[in-house]
């Protein structure tokens, strides 16, 4: 045990690389990757994905390793131990990753659902009606908030339960031992489902959509910036997680390699799930004589839409091919809302000195209240919404605050002289290069870019006083909150570490 | 399966499960 961390060590070093593999690990490994190979230039966009991975995703992750490792704390902690003046900046990150877990419970709690749901496959021959009107009970508009859905409540609160439980019994009894059985589960389950998927008629087809290259895509920058925000929001940074999740490894531990398999073994995951994905959607053109470019879709209307409809027109076991899918989704969201919450969970505990069990109760518990306005007939706009912008004023513009504060202020260098030491193999100076100029290039234009958008365009065609109190309004509460937190005082053990000088 | 569909399905995979297999081999022999 560390004598300068709370209490926990993870136990093993498979333990945290399932841990963090598993935290990026998500929804959008499912339902987004393969969209957007299929929108981007197909296999062509393999070349600034892989960019973007070598260039910036794998720097960040060793980034935000060696500085969670180093300081040895929760997001606020490391930043405060750095400089009292940036511990907004741990805050900010653990805010937005609290505000994402309400929701992110919510979509976890449909997956539940629709688990029973694949017992008699209750969907029927409409799926999309089933999802919008029986299931979500889907009001008119987001001025009518409507009641609560109670089937969906009740999934909630089975979600909110099973996190409770899992980071109740703390980091390597709860965190470790669940990722130790979640990961090996979702690895099988969609290497079913991928297996199936392309052993399909028509599967072929679909998949040559997916990965037939249109290299003349390369050309335009859209499809640059669209892999780098795609390699940036796959792997949890900038969501206070790793540099959580790195805190807990003992002091002799790898980082860079760490970084290296994390990476790898995230987008290794997208990339065989697309193949799979595409493969049932090539096997539902087939099936329904319709182009793929007409079935194809991404995010919740192809888990609970195109997903059930393929599962009707498959030739035989049905329910359980269904509940394999849906069992994966759901594991999938486990393994990110428990490092959601955790990173939120270590801050809450590093600053006010609270003990874990109480800390965790405390936050499932807000969380839990946070979630019911999800369940209610307007949910589904909340969750469009308040997703959009945590993402692109929380995550993206705390990844390139984080980028000039600890590439220019802290120094790059030193986070690369601490890591090499410690790693099977070392970076160089080119990892200093992606920290201090490439990464905040890209992720500043993304910004500027996308704020110029948001402005001239409200986002889905939502009236502005919603995108005003949802969305930016949201996105700006994290940031002041985090910002008012900060100026408290540290209680008990690490206000006296705060007090030591960091090398 | 076009060529290039083909193609893309091996980069793809040399990449990132060579790429996984390597440093995962690493991480062995260190241990």
């Not at chain 1, 109480?358 to 969750?383: E, H, N, P, R």
Request: aromatic share 16%; proline share 3%.
């Amino acid at each position: 045990m560390s004598a300068e961390n709370n209490d926990a060590q993870w136990g093993s070093r498979l333990g945290f690389i399932l841990a963090a593999v598993g935290s990026a690990v998500g929804l959008g490994n499912i339902w987004r990757f393969s969209y957007m190979v299929y929108d981007n230039g197909g296999g062509a966009y393999l070349i600034p994905y892989f960019f973007a991975l070598l260039t910036a995703g794998i720097p960040l992750l060793i980034l935000e390793f060696s500085f969670g490792h180093k300081m040895r704390g929760s997001a606020p902690f490391s930043f405060a131990r750095m400089g009292k003046k940036w511990e907004w900046l741990g805050w900010w990150p653990s805010l937005v990753s609290f505000v994402i877990t309400t929701y992110y419970a919510v979509i976890i709690g449909w997956s539940l659902n629709y688990i029973v749901y694949s017992f008699g496959r209750v969907w029927g021959k409409n799926p999309e009606s089933f999802f919008y009107k029986s299931h979500l009970n889907l009001s008119s508009g987001i001025s009518e908030i409507g009641g609560i859905n109670w089937t969906i409540l009740l999934g909630v609160a089975a979600v909110w339960f099973i996190n409770y439980i899992i980071l109740y019994k703390g980091i390597e009894e709860g965190i470790e031992k669940a990722s130790k059985i979640f990961m090996p589960l979702l690895a099988v389950f969609m290497l079913i489902i991928t297996i199936r998927g392309i052993t399909l008629p028509g599967a072929l087809a679909g998949v040559n959509k997916f990965l037939e290259p249109d290299f003349s895509a390369l050309l335009d920058v859209k499809i640059w910036l669209a892999a780098y925000g795609q390699i940036f929001f796959t792997l949890s940074v900038g969501f206070a997680i790793m540099i959580t999740y790195s805190s807990y490894l003992p002091k002799d531990s790898d980082i860079v390699n760490n970084a290296f398999i994390t990476a790898l073994a995230n987008c290794g995951f997208s990339f065989i799930v697309g193949i799979g994905v595409f493969g049932i959607l090539g096997y539902m053109a087939t099936e329904t004589g319709q182009p793929i470019s007409e079935v194809v879709t991404q995010g919740i209307g192809l888990a609970f839409i195109a997903f059930p409809k393929a599962i009707n027109l498959l030739p035989g076991f049905q329910t359980l091919f269904a509940i394999i899918f849906f069992l994966g989704l759901t594991i999938a969201g486990f393994s990110s809302s428990i490092s959601l919450i955790e990173a939120f969970v270590a801050s809450v505990r590093d600053k006010f000195d609270i003990e874990r069990k109480k800390a965790v109760s405390y936050v499932c518990l807000a969380g839990f209240v946070g979630s019911l306005i999800f369940t209610t007939g307007a949910g589904l706009y909340f969750l469009d919404i308040v997703d959009h912008f945590v993402n692109q004023f929380g995550i993206a513009l705390v990844g390139l605050i984080e980028c000039i504060i600890l590439g220019w202020v802290y120094k790059a260098n030193k986070l690369r002289n601490y890591a090499n030491p410690l790693s099977d193999f070392q970076i160089g100076n080119w990892w200093d290069i992606m920290i201090r100029f490439i990464t905040p290039v890209i992720l500043g234009y993304m910004f500027i870019q996308n704020t110029i958008l948001e402005i001239s365009k409200p986002y889905g065609g939502y009236e502005m006083s919603a995108l005003l109190k949802f969305g930016w309004g949201v996105a700006a509460i994290m940031l002041i909150l985090g910002i008012v937190v900060s100026f408290t005082s540290w209680t008990g053990r690490k206000e006296e570490l705060l007090s030591r000088e960091v090398l | 399966m076009s060529l290039g569909a083909i193609l893309m399905l091996i980069f793809g995979s040399v990449i990132l499960y060579g790429g996984l297999g390597i440093c995962l081999r690493i991480a062995m022999k260190n241990n």
